[in-house]
């Protein structure tokens, strides 16, 4: 299973970016599927998550300002992200849990993160 992003690049304070993720391989289902973000020398944290139903939870930096959805006909998640602020510079991650077939477990895997790059 591979998860592979892209959207990412350089903006200025107060607009908008959107961000993809597809994923592939031997996928028999996905539950739930994220963003998370790694900003320079922090640690990566949660920004929103998915579930296969469509139920969206978002922390508290991205409520009122990202979306977060998917489209699970195409193995697909999107982050909108609008009103972008100088702290929301990161490299960007999707998740996804992921099960190959009927018996399998489900275990999570990461995408290869897309730079972000908010700056005036």
């Known amino acids: 299973v591979q998860l592979q992003a892209s959207g990412g690049g350089l903006v200025q304070p107060g607009e908008s970016l959107g961000l993809s993720c597809a994923a592939s391989?031997?996928?028999?289902?996905?539950?739930?599927m994220g963003w998370y973000r790694q900003p320079p020398g922090k640690q990566r944290e949660l920004v929103a998550v998915i579930t296969s139903g469509g139920v969206t939870n978002y922390v508290n930096f991205a409520k009122g300002r990202f979306a977060i959805s998917r489209d699970n006909a195409k193995n697909m998640v999107y982050l909108q992200m609008n009103s972008l602020k100088l702290e929301d510079s990161a490299v960007y991650y999707c998740?996804?849990?992921?099960?190959?077939?009927?018996?399998?477990?489900?275990?999570?895997?990461w995408g290869q993160g897309t730079q972000v790059t908010v700056s005036s």
């Open positions: 998740y996804a849990e992921v099960s190959r077939s009927s018996r399998d477990r489900t275990k999570g895997y």
């Open positions: 391989g031997s996928i028999f289902r996905i539950n739930n």
